[in-house]
């Protein structure tokens, strides 16, 4: 049996983060010990271990609970997990899309800040966020 501590030390979690995911029912309130702390069995350690990893892939802590949930009730099909994975997957790609839109945006403005450094303008008043500027990403 593990103790907050340990098991936060574990996942390099918080330990905060495990009374968190308890309060919000993402995981069941772990047993206690004589001296009244909370103790995590192996199947609680399960959990968490899924819980941590499908965070890596991006999914929220809402879309996890989802998971679990279907899961406990013994309705999560393949069918269930490939559907929310490929609407994760839609969510990352147009994610990509933005952050390259982000991308062509900064990248002007970077090249015009360097070739104001590059001839030693350093100490002049920096155009790059005037109006005039910031209309060439926008045409």
């Known amino acids: 049996m593990n103790r907050v501590s340990d098991v936060a030390r574990t996942f390099g979690?918080?330990?905060?983060?495990?009374?968190?995911?308890?309060r919000i029912g993402l995981i069941p309130a772990p047993e206690?010990?004589?001296?009244?702390?909370?103790?995590?069995?192996?199947?609680?350690?399960?959990?968490?271990?899924?819980?941590?990893r499908a965070k890596t892939?991006?999914?929220t802590l809402d879309e996890i609970?989802?998971?679990?949930?279907?899961?406990?009730?013994n309705t999560l099909t393949c069918g269930e997990i490939h559907?929310?994975?490929?609407?994760?997957?839609?969510?990352i790609e147009i994610k990509i899309i933005q952050l390259q839109e982000l991308k062509a945006e900064l990248l002007p403005l970077?090249?015009?800040?360097?070739?104001?450094?590059?001839?030693?303008?350093?100490h002049t008043d920096c155009g790059v966020f005037k109006e005039e500027e910031l209309s060439i990403g926008t045409s």
């Open 13 to 22: 979690l918080n330990p905060q983060t495990l009374y968190y995911y308890e």
């Open 32 to 52: 206690r010990n004589d001296s009244g702390y909370r103790v995590f069995n192996d199947q609680d350690l399960a959990r968490l271990s899924l819980i941590e």
């Open 57 to 59: 892939l991006g999914l």
């Open 65 to 73: 609970k989802e998971i679990l949930v279907l899961q406990a009730g």
């Open 83 to 91: 559907e929310r994975l490929l609407k994760k997957l839609e969510q």
């Open 110 to 122: 970077i090249h015009r800040c360097e070739e104001q450094l590059s001839q030693q303008k350093i």
